[in-house]
């Protein structure tokens, strides 16, 4: 998976992208960085630290624009349709 930079549109690995994030944040206990969808990350708390059903959403990060296409992600599309 990879994410559009936001002020180039080059490709980042999605896992980079957290990485950079949680570096970023001050996570306090039971906290984590999410993907939320639609090119929004969010720091998310769990209730409790025996399960992982129960969080709130403390904080949303928007990362991607959702309004600007960039042609890298097509082409990966088409190619992992391929199996290219």
Not at 34 to 53: E, P
Not at 58 to 80: A, C, G, Q, Y
Request: charged fraction near 30%; aromatic fraction near 8%.
């Amino acid at each position: 998976m990879a994410m559009a930079e936001p002020s180039t549109g080059e490709p980042l690995h999605f896992d980079c992208v957290i990485q950079s994030i949680a570096e970023s944040e001050n996570l306090g206990a039971r906290e984590k960085i999410c993907y939320l969808g639609q090119g929004t990350f969010g720091i998310i708390k769990f209730k409790s630290g025996s399960s992982s059903r129960d969080f709130v959403i403390k904080k949303r990060i928007p990362f991607e624009n959702r309004d600007t296409v960039v042609e890298w992600r097509s082409h990966m599309r088409d190619n992992l349709e391929t199996g290219r």
